[in-house]
């Protein structure tokens, strides 16, 4: 047992890709997963055993062992807001992921549970918080802040100066221009535009393309 042994909350597909990058890509080696009792399906997952987390300390104590919660942007990144703050209450040191191939040019530090993937571009001077995911492929502008709690899906555009609050969830393809505010628990849905501030739980839905009036088999050129 050393500090180097990891507790991953959950027992889904987040916490499957987790375990995967933590596996080829850190010096953290995954030794359990652990979800509340009530949602403990099997006791096995990924080769692993699977804890209730309500017997996760007695078993895996603090003292010898990280967290990492991998859990998506359920209730607005509520309920993995929840379990890194039970996880803390507990005393387990928080870890974070950050993939070897993204551009992390800040020298900002970078807050526990991050889970930053591949092809992330993080340019100087962005501070980013705890408990935030970028998935792959985002770029985030210069002095730009990502608040606590935040998921950032794929292929994200954040201009510099960008603001994000607490708890936001921003969608695939979405645009943010420079210097705006995105307030607290605000959705931002898939290839949305924002050339404004966004106030607190506002919701932000790109339009969506419509079927043409043309049947496929009537394209020519295809």
Known sequence: MSSSDLIIFGAGDIAQLA????????TLRPKAFTVDGAYVKEDHFEGLP???FEEV????????????IALSYSALNGVRRSKYEACKALGYPIASYVSSRASVLSEEPIGENAFILEDNTIQPFVRIGHNVTLWSGNHIGHHSVIRDHVFMASQVVVS?????????????????????TIGARCVVG??????????????????????SRVPSTRLRKL
């Open 160 to 180: 510099g100066g960008v603001d994000i609050g607490e708890q936001c969830f921003i969608g695939v393809n979405a645009t943010l221009r420079d210097h705006i």
């Open 190 to 211: 898939a290839g949305a535009l924002l050339l404004a501030d966004a106030e607190p739980e506002g919701v932000y839905i790109g339009q969506a393309t419509e079927r």
């Open 50 to 52: 699977v804890v209730p």
């Open 57 to 68: 300390a007695a078993r895996y104590p603090a003292a010898g062992h990280q967290c990492f």
């Open 19 to 26: 375990a995967f990058y933590f596996r080829r890509d850190s």
